[in-house]
């Protein structure tokens, strides 16, 4: 333990807290933003012999926050990463026998629990971060209620199984509801150390101008107030960064010696973990900083230093309708619990003041108390798929939810399992649905990786699912779409140097094939395995040699747990031998996942994905290599397998028009090929292919279908009875007899609305 450790509040209440664990099978632990919960309950646990009996897991909602605080625990105790102190996320386990304290995502967790349901390893569980309400921690809460109760039964008549300790983390003071809901389990303060913060409300709301007043709010900050660091609030990172440039212009234009210097500092989770880590070091004497970040910093990271906090009111929020199946991120209105977690972020190490950007009045009547927790407001078909595979015969409209979610929305993930097979029509879990549901990919995926198998096409499949899964492919700027339409899907306009204009012609040759976004990632993906993996192929197409690196990663974490033959997806099938490589999670990372760097060998098992290293290719000169290009049958064989995992995601044009209906039971939406697709073939007529697979459903401006493939009115026929049948009332429960026999073709099929495939290939 470092010095400085030793002087966190929660380090003070050390004896009371092992007291409250020792005597009770849940506590909730409730303490400020950078008490210590996080880094030092774990070691608390540790030290007073917790680690023996089994190992100490702490869960983080987010990929970025289980191997930084993992790297930050190991570093206190001064020990090496991945031996006592150890993490495990999707892709990458980094513990070893000797892994006492494991910190891994909620995701990660839940995967766990299909293989050992008991969890028979941990002794103690911290649920961290709770009050964030992440999707998985919100099912951990409900699985993790019955297995303590479960476990502690057994451990108390005598049984072989050990006592399972759960402690609830939470940053907020939520305490009262999560004790509730684990049985009146005793709630432990740990007193914050806040200084007094003085909050200033704007004349006038802000909100609808909030990034320009934030800089206005900064630039007044550094001219008119003492020495201290200013943190602001900002919703994602093309605003953080629109606004780093702004302030720092502002900063330029300053008269000499009116203001001294403004190092300027973004924050936000998909930034490279080493710059991330740069906040955490504090400005030289006389510099003021200023840290201009997402919500991450308003209760994951703490940033030392900082005085002054500008409040703009507003958050990025994912929201779903189920009935569309359409995704928005949306900037909404903070809840007044996040306005009180932000000022407190100014008077961590001294009296501050936080800035908000609206009037007294908003808060007090138009901010909303608390913010939905996420299971209500996203799709919930992952979650359904585990609850399921479970088999522990759990109802899920019925399931002990912290807070239920919308019966609308469990309706809609039981009928999209329903129509990938996942399930059969009495709601059990089918042997396609356990495998599926053991891939660390979302059931789409899955399903299509599955269907690819079958069709011969695994290799391919594996390299889009892996580019898919890899974000940030694209640099600024140059995704498929701008070279059509520069400046189309955002506002960058980089073409104009003569490397980006050479790895646009690049990148054009490869779009003629007119196919969409999945045929062109597997052509990227050949072209830069053929290339041996150099930064040269990333820099001539445009790409991000970060993303690229890390589809190369996941690829291989794909090929060894999913072996081409099978034999890996059928041991997933419910087996629960203890296979380390293979324990993924599930979790949804959005835009948090960052290059891992999971060791391991390559499998081989595909010769045609042997890195080729060619001889004097020249820049980007690799992509008429003959290494390993996939023919149109085999590219053929991915598109159907796409229409079969993507069935729920279809989409049809409209008759003499280049708009889109999607197809489902419930209701079609409308909706436009967003700009930053790859460009598809049009016909004669100048139209676009009548059925399109699209990878997501998304309202920005309006409603767009982003990574689209063509498909063939042919294969979609093969999948839209299962589409159009849309009877949900006998899937909630299933039967607890097990895993149905039949996984494919076990539903009834109905009548074709279309009167049968002619007339749909025929309509236009
Ligand atoms: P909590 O979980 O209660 O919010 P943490 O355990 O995360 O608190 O943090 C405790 C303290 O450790 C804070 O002062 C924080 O700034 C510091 N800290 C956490 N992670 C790091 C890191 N990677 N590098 C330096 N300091 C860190
Ligand atoms: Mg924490």
């Known amino acids: 333990m470092s010095s400085n450790a030793a002087f966190l509040p929660i380090r003070q209440f050390s004896k009371d807290i092992l007291a409250a664990v020792e005597s009770n099978d849940v506590i909730v632990v409730i303490g400020e933003t950078g008490s210590g919960k996080t880094t030092q309950l774990s070691q608390i646990l540790l030290e007073a012999g917790y680690g023996i009996g089994g190992i100490i897991a702490v869960t983080q909602p ?205 924050l936000y989770a998909s930034l490279p973990p080493e710059l991330q880590v740069r906040v955490f070091r504090p400005a030289p004497e006389g510099v003021r900083r200023c840290i201009v970040a997402t919500n991450v910093a308003e209760t994951s990271i703490t940033v030392e230093g900082v005085v002054y906090v500008v409040d ?23 809840s007044r619990v996040q306005a009180t977690q932000r000022a407190g972020r100014a008077g961590r190490t001294r009296p501050g003041k936080c800035f908000r950007l609206y009037t007294r009045n908003y808060y007090d009547h138009k901010m909303p108390n608390v913010t939905a927790p996420e299971i209500q407001r996203t799709s919930l078909v992952g979650a359904v798929l585990y609850l399921k595979s479970l088999q522990l015969g759990i109802d899920v409209l019925s399931f002990d939810f912290l807070d239920p979610p919308a019966t609308a929305a469990l309706e809609d993930a039981l009928r ?50 892996a580019m898919l899964s890899s974000e940030h492919l694209f640099l600024a700027g140059q995704a498929p779409g701008d070279l059509v339409n520069p400046g189309g899907s955002g506002a960058h306009r980089s073409f104009d140097n003569p490397h980006a204009r ?28 053929s290339a041996g993996y150099n930064k040269d192929f990333a820099r001539d197409h445009g790409m991000d040699l970060r993303g690229l690196n890390f ?18 997806l059928d041991k997933l099938g419910g087996s629960r031998d203890d296979r380390k490589r293979s324990r993924q999670d599930t979790d949804e990372e959005g835009g948090e996942r960052q290059a891992s760097r999971v060791g391991g060998p390559d499998s081989g098992r595909s010769s045609r994905h042997k890195p080729l290293q060619l001889p004097e290719a020249g820049p980007g000169g690799s992509m008429s290599a003959q290494g390993g290009r996939a023919s149109a049958a085999q590219v053929d064989a991915l598109r159907r ?12 044009r409209l008759p003499r028009h280049n708009g889109y209906k999607t197809l489902n039971a419930v209701s079609g939406q409308l909706a436009q090929i967003h700009p930053s697709c790859a460009p598809l073939r049009e016909d004669a007529d100048g139209l676009l292919p009548e059925f399109l697979v699209y990878h997501e459903l998304v309202c920005t401006s309006r409603p767009f279908l982003r990574q689209v493939c063509a498909t063939r009115a042919e294969w979609v026929a093969d999948v839209l009875p299962k589409i159009m049948s849309s009877d949900v009332r006998r899937l909630s429960r299933g039967t607890t007899r097990g895993p149905a026999g039949a996984g494919e073709g076990g539903t009834e099929e109905p009548q074709l609305p279309w009167g049968g495939s002619k007339a749909i290939g025929g309509e236009r």
Not at 551 to 568: C, F, K, M, T, Y
Request: proline share 4%.
């Open 62 to 266: 987010r990929r970025v926050g289980a191997v930084t605080v993992a790297k930050r625990v190991a570093e206190e105790r001064g020990e090496q990463l991945g031996r006592v102190v150890g993490y495990a996320v999707r892709f990458e386990d980094c513990t070893s026998g000797a892994t006492r304290i494991k910190y891994l995502t909620d995701g990660t967790l839940l995967r766990e629990c299909l293989e050992d349901p008991h969890l028979q390893r941990y002794s103690v569980i911290i649920l961290d971060e709770a009050h964030e309400r992440s999707l998985n921690t919100d099912i951990l809460f409900g699985l993790l209620k019955r297995l303590v109760r479960n476990r502690n039964a057994q451990a108390t008549t005598g049984g072989s199984a050990t006592r399972l300790r759960l402690v609830i983390t939470s940053a907020t003071l939520d305490g009262e509801k999560f004790s509730a809901y684990f049985g009146n389990c005793p709630v432990f303060n740990v007193p914050g150390r806040c200084f007094p913060v003085d909050i200033i409300h704007t004349r006038e709301d802000q909100l609808n101008d909030y990034a320009a007043a934030a800089v206005d709010a900064v630039m007044q900050i550094h001219t008119s107030q003492p020495e201290g660091d200013i943190l602001v609030f900002l919703t994602g990172q093309a605003e953080i960064d629109k606004a780093i440039g702004k302030i720092n212009e502002a900063v330029a234009s300053l008269p000499t010696g009116s203001a001294g210097p403004l190092v300027v500092l973004p």
């Open 312 to 334: 703009t009111g507003v958050v990025k929020q994912k929201n779903y309708q189920p009935s569309s199946g359409m995704d928005s991120l949306d900037v909404v209105a903070i």
């Open 416 to 465: 999209q399992l329903l129509v990938l097979d996942a399930i059969d029509s009495d709601g059990n879990v089918t042997p396609m649905g356990l495998r599926m549901a053991g891939l660390p990919l979302d059931p789409a995926l899955a399903r299509a990786l599955l269907a690819a198998r079958e069709l011969g096409c695994f290799s391919e499949m594996i390299s889009v699912a």
């Open 502 to 529: 050479a790895s646009r012609e690049r990148l054009r040759a490869l779009l003629a094939e007119g196919l969409g976004d999945h045929v062109l990632l597997l052509r990227l993906w050949e072209g830069w395995d």
């Open 551 to 568: 589809a190369r990663d996941i690829r291989r974490q794909l090929e060894a747990v999913v072996s081409p033959d099978g034999s890996g």
């Open 641 to 652: 397998a796409l229409t079969i995992g993507f069935a729920n995601k279809l989409a049809r």
